[in-house]
């Protein structure tokens, strides 16, 4: 019997929040249908952050109410704060997502605030999820290296990393969101967060701003990781990491898990028809 790796699937939230063309609810919609057809359990649908700082998710509340649950079907939002949250969990929702960073500088430009700080804000949002019987998952953005400071000490992002298990996470996403990780700084975090976490409750969420992505996933299967984030295309970066590029892509995930063993039991074929879609969402119209 294969082994099994899980995909957590960012494409509707995380791939479109930063692209420059608003992106239509039912285009969304159907890009989240798409997903679904192709076997997808975990996706990340959209976030409950103000319209003014992220424009493209203006219309988080219909695409929630528009992505129907469904058994087995994990729907992740994106929440801020306690305001975000109760919108999300009032519609109804299995998991909700809070990010923090382990680099001071990117936490202040990403969410006006210290990594402290909004350690301290997620405090209600814990509460919210656990209250209402869903996951809290959480994102340790720039795990190893920041736009403005460099190399992170994978103690840095291991001590967020603690901090999120400690407030209830369920699950931490440690992040290379600019996508300058090397396979050996993967491998030495990875070391460090399986000694203190259980590998079942980290997940690796990479970009391929360089062409490492693939090598560093095999760098956190080597430590028992068998979560990945990934995006539909391709898509994806962030408004405030100068230089991320997209983040990896989920045929190139699949195609590389599968080719190493692993079972996810997705639809190739129809992840390519999600595929193409994304992209003829995202191209701009004549």
């Not at 969304?28 to 990340?44: M, Q, S």
């Not at 997502?97 to 936490?107: D, K, L, M, R, Y």
């Not at 693939?214 to 408004?239: E, H, T």
Request: aromatic share 6%.
């Amino acid at each position: 019997m294969r082994p099994s790796a899980t995909i957590v699937e960012v494409g509707p939230r995380d791939g479109l929040q930063n692209e420059k063309q608003i992106v239509s609810t039912a285009d969304k919609l159907e890009l989240i249908r798409l997903l679904r057809v192709a076997g997808f359990t975990r996706l990340e649908v959209t976030s409950f952050v103000s319209p003014r700082w992220v424009p493209q998710m203006a219309d988080h509340e219909a695409v929630l109410n528009g992505t129907a649950p469904a058994p087995g079907l994990i729907r992740s939002v994106l929440v801020p704060n306690e305001r975000g949250a109760l919108s999300a969990l009032a519609i109804g929702v299995e998991e909700l997502a809070v990010f923090t960073s382990a680099s001071e500088s990117f936490a202040q430009k990403n969410i006006n605030c210290s990594i402290a700080e909004s350690l301290e804000r997620f405090k209600p949002v814990a509460a919210l999820a656990a209250e209402h019987g869903v996951r809290l998952r959480g994102y340790v953005s720039c795990s190893f290296e920041c736009p403005y400071e460099g190399q992170i000490a994978p103690e840095a992002a291991l001590a967020v990393a603690q901090a999120l298990a400690d407030l209830g996470c369920a699950e931490i996403s440690l992040a290379d969101t600019i996508g300058r990780a090397q396979s050996d700084r993967v491998d030495t975090l990875m070391r460090m967060a399986v000694g203190a976490l259980p590998a079942e409750q980290l997940a690796c969420h990479f970009h391929d701003t360089h062409g490492h992505a693939l090598d560093n996933v095999d760098a956190a299967l080597g430590w028992n990781i068998r979560i990945f984030d990934s995006a539909i295309g391709g898509l994806g970066g962030c408004p405030f990491a100068p230089g991320a590029a997209g983040n990896l892509s989920t045929v190139s995930l699949v195609a590389h898990l599968e080719r190493a063993g692993y079972s996810m039991g997705l639809d190739m074929g129809a992840i390519e028809a999600a595929q193409r879609f994304s992209l003829q969402v995202r191209a701009p119209q004549s």
